[in-house]
């Protein structure tokens, strides 16, 4: 199931996102919202870092995991 989610992270949280996302047996892909064409590995620290943060993040989850649900849930854009 492919699951896509607006989320913000601090530079402080991104670690946590990696190690979370390096957990998961499936791809993730993260972009600034508008820019989908250009997407990172969600697995990729310096990737992530490279972004624009201060803009909203779109997720795209190709797989399912609780820990991820919930971390994207905690970190959801309103």
Known sequence: MKTQKLIRLTANEVNSFVNLASGCDFD????NQGYERRTIDAKSYLGIMSLDLNKPLLITCHGENNDMFVFLSEHACM
Not at 28 to 31: C, H, P
């Open 28 to 31: 993730i892909d993260i972009a």
